[in-house]
């Protein structure tokens, strides 16, 4: 048996997290420090095997083949199981999950190794998200953007007529862009250049960011929800981003300009979030601190 088979397998009798970190510890120098997007890393990828027993099989749901008509009613179901497909760490699917923890849906996550379930995947690419309806119809969900709005609609988190979703739209795209300045400069920064574009992004991107949000939520009376009374998909966005640059700041880094002083209204829609039941309930389990394990460990923080 080959010292490779042999490390595989002694990996997979392990806990989820320590699997990972273990992967994490495997990975050949030269691809250190990661300062290139996953996707464009083939190596890491093919490397990237982890189950949540030893005796995972990796086989995926298979979507209902059915006319539109079938589809369309199995999507309107409000009682859909779901099972979700992605690294176990946050990044690209944190707000799915936070979406479905919401929801109070019953979900689960399969187990992964892309290099036997990529070529099924519609883009090639994760998270996917399969919902399983209760007449059984099976349908798959990709681009997690997409998977997002799909979940916050049915859900009631993106508003009620194109108009007020078009607001919450706005926000959600706002700190999406800057979420995604947050990841190319600070998160795949090279390791040795990583406080200096933190500190960057702190001075440069984020007060613009926060005049606007503060502004925005000022509007609804700065009571800690961008629009009306309760919680939508701009409210969860905005928080997780600010979540993130918080909890990945860099060893070393000075704070990020997000606090109760600095930027109150977008501080109150953190609190806000967090303080959800759901939230705190969900923030509590071991998988969730997995996946907060996972996401440093990746990214090397
Ligand atoms: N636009 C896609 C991007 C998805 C994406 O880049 N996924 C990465 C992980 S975050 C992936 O699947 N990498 C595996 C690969 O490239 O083989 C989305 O938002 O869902």
Do not use: C
Not at 70 to 77: I, P, Q, Y
Not at 201 to 206: G, H, S
Not at 256 to 285: C, D, I, Y
């Amino acid at each position: 048996m080959s010292a490779t088979l042999l490390a595989s397998i002694s990996r997979l009798s392990l806990p989820l997290h320590q699997q990972h970190q273990l992967f994490l510890k495997q990975l050949p120098t030269r691809l250190q420090p990661l300062s290139r997007p996953l996707f464009l890393n083939p190596t890491i990828i093919a490397r990237h095997k982890h189950s949540m027993t030893p005796n995972d099989n990796f086989a995926l749901p298979v979507p209902t083949k059915a006319d539109a008509k079938v589809l369309a009613e199995a999507s309107r179901s409000t009682n859909s199981t779901y099972q979700f497909l992605y690294f176990p760490m946050h990044g690209r699917g944190e707000l799915t999950r936070t979406l479905l923890v919401f929801s109070g849906a019953k979900w689960e996550e399969l187990p992964l190794d892309l290099s036997v379930q990529k070529q099924q995947l519609p883009f090639k690419l994760i998270p996917i998200l399969y919902e399983t309806a209760p007449d059984g119809t099976i349908l798959e969900l990709a681009e997690s953007h997409a998977i997002e709005r799909y979940l916050a609609t049915k859900y009631g988190l993106y508003g009620s007529d194109p108009y007020s979703t078009h607001k919450i739209d706005q926000i959600y795209t706002s700190t999406d862009f800057a979420n995604q300045l947050f990841w190319q400069r600070v998160r795949w920064a090279p390791l040795d250049q990583r406080i200096e574009e933190a500190h960057k992004f702190y001075d440069e991107i984020l007060p613009p960011y926060i005049a606007n949000h503060e502004a925005q939520l000022e509007k609804n009376g700065g009571n800690g929800y961008y629009f009306g009374e309760s919680i939508t998909l701009a409210d969860l966005k905005s928080a997780h981003f600010i979540d993130r640059v918080l909890f990945m700041r860099p060893k070393g880094a000075k704070e990020p300009p997000f606090s109760n002083e600095k930027s109150p209204n977008l501080w109150k829609v953190l609190q806000r979030v967090n303080g959800h039941p759901a939230m705190t309930a969900w923030k509590k389990t071991q998988r969730y601190r997995d996946l907060d394990a996972g996401s440093l460990n990746f990214f090397q923080f």
